[in-house]
């Protein structure tokens, strides 16, 4: 995927704001009517961007409606459970529940840094890289992410039940909609639930968010003054609806649907679409490969998404390590911002590929790729998770959750694990009909 040189917009404008600001000390007359024009053209051109026609037929293979991307899908598998297996399912949502906050609050001490700062911070506090357990040491330990959790507590020595991250919020959420909604909850259901308990959000998330605020309709939400739509943020709110239909895959990417449309389009839904299908393919599967190709099996089959993902699927026998998966989307996606659906999507399919059923290192090589890697490892550790189930995930990544985890969402800032599993129990055995 190839994109158009870009001037250097930001740079640009940076320098005219310091030089409007150096000329006015030194008494320059006529500074107004320069930046008036200069806000103008840039105005025209953002609106001259927006106009511009899509390519039709690339539409026709990446519609947004559930209807079309289920024309459009290959043949699948689509249930993989005839009935709901309590047991089976209890074991699996367990490990699929705590592989993903660990992955995600592995990833979140580093989340966004350069392979070398990650490489060097390691060296500077004493610890491996891969990391193989959670990081002896953090930046600025009394920072506080999103408000809550200080930066220390995602350090080992630290910790003390599940540090807050969106990641995990979104999960959460995905429960508390089905709780509130029921299985045939709908977009609108959703736009409810994000007014009722997100207080905030991020990119594409913060635009429908606002947009609702504004009483746009919840299928306008995620349309409207949005140029965020195929980004991540849809994808790391996938992990929910594999929960709530395990081993349903169909079940669990229209669940995704309905929740992706009220913030995403085109690949930011089939994003949350694959994954969610993914996850829930890995409550009947033993490897985790296998329940990436099932994942594939419910979005359209020439979307870019999907064309990434079987091109992952090609490359990963010669992907061995972090650097050489980096290096592989750094340039296969060269241009790409660093929190996209899709180069995302194939670093995780890497780390699943790498680390196999060794959850350590499936977490471990994840993160250690950069970009988006607390998504991404959060993710990869939900599908390892649920494969090799709370006994496949060493004694370690878990200890200190002390069956906690905290929270930004309103009117629920603590949850209790044990307690979270049997809602999950509950409402999956409600999509079920038992």
């Keep these: ?24 000390e030194y008494g320059a007359k006529g500074i107004a009517p320069i930046l008036r024009n200069a806000e103008r053209a840039l105005k025209e051109a953002l609106s001259a961007l927006k106009r511009l026609p899509n390519d039709k037929s690339l539409r026709r293979q990446e519609p947004d409606s559930l ?10 598998p689509r249930r993989m459970w005839q009935h709901f297996d309590a047991k089976e399912y209890a074991r699996r949502v367990e490990g699929a529940l705590l592989g993903r906050m660990a992955g995600c609050t592995l990833g979140a001490a580093v989340e966004g840094w350069a392979i070398q700062g990650m490489k060097d911070w390691a060296k500077q506090v004493g610890d491996p890289f891969p990391p193989v357990h959670y990081w002896s040491g953090v930046p600025n330990p009394y920072h506080k992410r999103y408000g809550v959790s200080p930066c220390s507590a995602y350090t080992r020595g630290g910790m003390d039940g599940v540090p807050v991250d969106d990641d995990i919020a979104y999960t959460l959420l995905g429960l508390l909609i089905l709780e509130d909604f029921g299985p045939d909850f709908t977009i609108e259901d959703v736009g409810k639930a994000w007014l009722k308990y997100l207080p905030y959000a991020c990119t594409a998330e913060d635009i429908a968010l606002k947009n609702l605020k ?12 949005n140029p965020f739509c195929q980004w991540i943020g849809a994808d790391i709110r996938s992990d929910p609806w594999g929960y709530l239909a395990p081993a349903w895959p169909e079940r669990a990417a ?9 913030s995403h389009r085109r690949n930011g839904i089939y994003g949350e ?14 490897d985790p490969m296998e329940a990436i190709e099932i994942g594939l099996t419910e979005i359209p089959r020439n ?6 993902v079987r091109w992952a699927l090609r490359q990963a026998p010669r992907i061995r390590d972090y650097q050489a998966a ?19 999507a194939c670093l995780t399919i890497w780390g699943l590929s790498i680390g196999g059923r060794d959850f350590t290192k499936v977490i471990s090589q994840t993160v250690a790729m950069g970009l988006d890697n607390d998504c991404t490892a959060a993710t990869a550790g939900s599908i390892a998770g649920a494969i090799v189930g709370p006994e496949g995930i060493p004694r370690h990544w878990t200890s200190r959750f002390h069956n906690k985890v905290h929270s930004y969402l309103i009117g629920h800032k603590l949850f209790r694990i044990d307690n979270l599993l049997k809602r999950f129990v509950r409402q999956a055995r409600r999509v079920y009909g038992e």
């Design 326 to 344: 980096r290096n592989a989307v750094d340039e296969h996606f060269a241009g790409m911002h660093h929190v996209h659906t899709i180069n995302n």
């Design 214 to 225: 504004k009483k746009v309709p919840a299928r306008k939400a995620g349309e409207k003054d």
């Design 254 to 262: 229209e669940f995704a649907w309905r929740d992706a449309y009220i």
């Design 273 to 286: 679409m694959f994954f969610s299908a993914a996850i829930s393919a890995a409550f009947a599967v033993s």
């Design 303 to 308: 979307c870019a998404t999907a064309k990434a």
């Design 67 to 76: 209807e079309a991307i289920r024309r459009l899908r290959p043949n699948g």
């Design 1 to 24: 995927m190839g994109y158009p040189k870009l001037p250097n917009l930001s740079g640009l404008g940076g320098q005219i704001h310091l030089y409007s600001q150096l000329k006015h």
